[in-house]
T-cell receptor, first 115, second 114 residues
Framework: KNQVEQSPQSLIILEGKNCTLQCNYTVSPFSNLRWYKQDTGRGPVSLTI?????NTKSNRRYTATLDADTKQSSLHITASQLSDSASYICVVSFPHRANDYKLSFGAGTTVTVRA | DGGITQSPKYLFRKEGQNVTLSCEQN?????MYWYRQDPGQGLRLIYYSQIVNDFQKGDIAEGYSVSREKKESFPLTVTSAQKNPTAFYLC?????????????FGQGTRLTVV
């Protein structure tokens, strides 16, 4: 069973509108939580990285939140643009062995921004 | 330009063939990774390497092989033993494994069995 669940699977929004993507995880303990943006047919690009002690982090129009108690994270996109159309992937880093970590990936939320 | 380069972008394989996907980085990163991406699923780790001449199996290593003879290169061979190789393959690198270390991804190779 995937340890990182994202919702919704996909969504469509109008240009200029805001949207929020959800990520729930069961990985424990964890080192940090990341959000990536992946354009179709390209590799993922990092948007934010948050440790368990951080509640929010912003990168331009992207704002990520983290509640380590409930194991939930969200990514808020403000004033969406056509270039925001992509898949957004939630990733949790967790200790694997001594001095080694692994990444657990969500399946992603596909966002389509329409003019 | 610094970065991580995968080639080819598209690759077609006949049944029973082995094919090799290239991954090169000039970021001077110690760690390199291979992931497989299938529709509706999260990325799954195939193999990773923390240093030259050393690599470890990931979660789905069966039917794949790798080598790490040079720091900048981490090729992946998809063997005929991999029964369902059609997928999007992503290579990544990081200065070291895990923790807060940022991982940088290549642009991917789409492999199709014909």
């Amino acid at each position: 069973k995937n340890q990182v669940e994202q919702s919704p699977q996909s969504l469509i929004i109008l240009e200029g509108k805001n949207c929020t993507l959800q990520c729930n995880y069961t990985v424990s303990p964890f080192s940090n939580l990341r959000w990536y943006k992946q354009d179709t047919g390209r590799g993922p690009v990092s948007l934010t990285i948050m440790t368990f002690s951080e509640n929010t982090k912003s990168n331009r129009r992207y704002t990520a939140t983290l509640d380590a108690d409930t194991k939930q994270s969200s990514l808020h996109i403000t004033a969406s643009q056509l270039s925001d159309s992509a898949s957004y992937i939630c990733v949790v880093s967790f200790p694997h062995r001594a001095n080694d970590y692994k990444l657990s990936f969500g399946a992603g939320t596909t966002v389509t921004v329409r003019a | 330009d610094g970065g991580i380069t995968q080639s080819p972008k598209y690759l077609f394989r006949k049944e029973g063939q082995n094919v090799t996907l290239s991954c090169e980085q000039n970021l001077n990163h110690d760690a390199m990774y291979w992931y497989r991406q299938d529709p509706g699923q999260g990325l799954r780790l195939i193999y990773y390497s923390q240093i030259v001449n050393d690599f470890q199996k990931g979660d789905i290593a069966e039917g794949y092989s790798v080598s790490r003879e040079k720091k900048e290169s981490f090729p992946l061979t998809v063997t005929s033993a991999q029964k369902n190789p059609t997928a999007f393959y992503l290579c990544a690198s990081s200065p070291r494994t895990g923790g807060l270390t940022e991982a940088f991804f290549g642009q991917g190779t789409r492999l199709t069995v014909v």
